[in-house]
Nanobody, 133 residues
Framework: QLQLVESGGGLAQPGESLKLACAVT????????LGWFRQAPAGKEREGIS?????????RVELPVRGRFNISVDKTKNIMYLQMNNLKAEDSGVYYC?????????????????????????WGRGTQVTVSS
């Protein structure tokens, strides 16, 4: 069974950087579309931030973080990363990583858009990121 564990969250000031990691155990990263999601405070919906399909060498970065966040994977360690630069207050929230079995090159889009067409993804428990001066 796939297990995902996030780390690297914390407190940062506006303009600073943080790097999140998602350790994946239970299967090969090439068989999955993976992504980072953010849930801001006050009951907002969990939104896709950035997704990656290692087998297809595809990445997707959503507009609010484009140019500031970078997603990557280390297949040798089975870890997915999210490098977050030039952080803003609105980047605060709980960050979750997720993975769903890759069926096609479209799997990355279905994951990031939170489509349930291919079934629910596996989720980590989340890591808190707070950006405040």
């Amino acid at each position: 069974q796939l297990q995902l564990v996030e780390s690297g969250g914390g407190l940062a000031q506006p303009g600073e950087s943080l790097k999140l990691a998602c350790a994946v155990t239970g299967d090969n990263l090439d068989d999955y579309a993976l992504g980072w999601f953010r849930q801001a405070p006050a009951g907002k919906e969990r939104e896709g931030i950035s997704c990656i399909s290692p087998r297809d060498d595809l990445t997707r970065v959503e507009l609010p973080v484009r140019g500031r966040f970078n997603i990557s994977v280390d297949k040798t360690k089975n870890i997915m990363y999210l490098q977050m630069n030039n952080l803003k207050a609105e980047d605060s929230g709980v960050y979750y990583c997720a993975a769903r079995y890759r069926f096609s090159r479209k799997s990355i889009d279905l994951l990031c858009e939170r489509s349930e067409t291919a079934g629910p993804p596996s989720w980590g428990r989340g890591t808190q990121v707070t950006v405040s001066s």
